[in-house]
């Protein structure tokens, strides 16, 4: 299992409420392939750097999450389709090192 992060735009006219349960259903992917979610932050609307289809604000959610490559890139493949996602990017973080 590796650790991921994802954090996804949707579409402000959604709800903010709505977002994380929203998230949860889709992170049932996950779960089905072995793998855990640590945290779902939802970070609330803000604005965006740039227009992103011709929308200036996103509503910003961020998960961290433990699974397999293949869950990932399934996950990332239905959060595509949804058209209330305007963008997603799931990373994998470095690892801090103590010495």
């Given at each position: 299992?590796?650790?991921?992060?994802?954090?996804?735009?949707?579409?402000?006219?959604v709800?903010?409420?709505?977002?994380?349960?929203?998230?949860?259903?889709?992170?049932?992917?996950?779960?089905?392939d072995?793998?855990?979610?640590?945290?779902?932050?939802?970070?609330?609307?803000?604005?965006?750097?740039?227009?992103?289809?011709?929308?200036?604000?996103?509503?910003?959610?961020?998960?961290?999450f433990?699974?397999?490559?293949?869950?990932?890139?399934?996950?990332?493949?239905?959060?595509?389709?949804?058209?209330?996602?305007?963008?997603?990017?799931?990373?994998?973080p470095?690892?801090?090192?103590?010495?």
């Amino acid at each position: 299992m590796r650790h991921y992060e994802l954090m996804v735009l949707v579409d402000p006219e959604v709800d903010e409420r709505t977002v994380e349960p929203t998230l949860g259903k889709y992170m049932e992917v996950v779960k089905k392939d072995g793998g855990s979610v640590e945290s779902v932050d939802v970070w609330g609307r803000r604005r965006l750097a740039y227009e992103i289809q011709k929308k200036t604000e996103a509503v910003y959610a961020v998960v961290n999450f433990h699974s397999t490559p293949d869950a990932a890139a399934e996950l990332d493949r239905l959060l595509r389709l949804n058209e209330t996602i305007m963008r997603t990017k799931i990373t994998r973080p470095e690892e801090q090192k103590i010495d």
